[in-house]
């Protein structure tokens, strides 16, 4: 186009040829020429660090459970019954243990209260005979202890008293080799071993002895 426009102004001038040639190269390279690419700035990378976002603060812990206080003044069954199987606490919540005790005892054993109570529960659970008393004087939420498999002699509600039967040990199939009671408690949702409510002089697997009495011969 420029050649063009060129050509019509040069129209009818006479031009030395060395000068019409010139120009005509000079505006023919112009008009050829490739425009400048339109470069796309590269974004610059920062070297300083990501800022760090603070981290939301730790729960608090959970509380420690209350102690369990010792105020058994017997045992479930018999007077020191075998534990075929000791308080095993698993390590989380749905792993493997033994949540409680099992002691051993002949059928139709009378089973006991070991403190004073309420009765929460007496009934069949899974084919199973089951008393649980919520045992009084042991805070808040109170202390929760279970027997099965047991034939309840107690209704839901009932007041009951240190060492007072609540049943008899069920002739039910176990996980026991032997028949036995399986003993539980319970804080809430926390399982406790049942063994710690038993104060020492009844825990002892020593035989109690009796001392002379001074101006009692011996027999």
């Given at each position: 186009?420029?050649?063009?426009?060129?050509?019509?102004?040069?129209?009818?001038?006479?031009?030395?040829?060395?000068?019409?040639?010139?120009?005509?190269?000079?505006?023919?390279?112009?008009?050829?020429?490739?425009?400048?690419?339109?470069?796309?700035?590269?974004?610059?990378?920062?070297?300083?660090?990501?800022?760090?976002?603070?981290?939301?603060?730790?729960?608090?812990?959970?509380?420690?459970?209350?102690?369990?206080?010792?105020?058994?003044?017997?045992?479930?069954?018999?007077?020191?019954?075998?534990?075929?199987?000791?308080?095993?606490?698993?390590?989380?919540?749905?792993?493997?243990?033994?949540?409680?005790?099992?002691?051993?005892?002949?059928?139709?054993?009378?089973?006991?209260?070991?403190?004073?109570?309420?009765?929460?529960?007496?009934?069949?659970?899974?084919?199973?005979?089951?008393?649980?008393?919520?045992?009084?004087?042991?805070?808040?939420?109170?202390?929760?202890?279970?027997?099965?498999?047991?034939?309840?002699?107690?209704?839901?509600?009932?007041?009951?008293?240190?060492?007072?039967?609540?049943?008899?040990?069920?002739?039910?199939?176990?996980?026991c080799a032997v028949p036995c009671l399986h003993w539980g408690l319970r804080r809430?949702?926390?399982?406790?071993?049942?063994?710690?409510?038993?104060?020492a002089w009844l825990s002892a697997r020593t035989p109690a002895r009796l001392l002379?009495?001074?101006?009692?011969?011996?027999?």
């Amino acid at each position: 186009m420029h050649v063009e426009r060129l050509l019509t102004v040069l129209h009818g001038k006479r031009l030395p040829p060395l000068l019409l040639g010139l120009l005509l190269t000079t505006t023919a390279s112009a008009a050829g020429a490739a425009p400048d690419p339109v470069r796309t700035p590269v974004p610059v990378r920062s070297s300083a660090p990501p800022p760090v976002r603070p981290s939301a603060p730790a729960p608090d812990p959970a509380p420690a459970p209350a102690p369990v206080p010792v105020i058994a003044r017997s045992w479930p069954v018999g007077v020191r019954p075998v534990v075929v199987r000791g308080w095993d606490p698993p390590a989380t919540p749905y792993a493997r243990g033994h949540r409680g005790v099992d002691l051993a005892a002949p059928a139709g054993a009378p089973v006991r209260a070991v403190a004073a109570g309420r009765v929460l529960f007496a009934g069949q659970v899974a084919g199973r005979g089951v008393v649980s008393l919520e045992l009084a004087g042991t805070g808040t939420p109170p202390l929760r202890t279970t027997y099965t498999p047991v034939r309840p002699s107690v209704s839901e509600g009932d007041e009951v008293t240190p060492s007072q039967p609540v049943g008899t040990l069920a002739a039910t199939p176990s996980h026991c080799a032997v028949p036995c009671l399986h003993w539980g408690l319970r804080r809430d949702q926390a399982y406790l071993n049942p063994l710690s409510l038993l104060p020492a002089w009844l825990s002892a697997r020593t035989p109690a002895r009796l001392l002379p009495v001074l101006g009692v011969p011996l027999p």
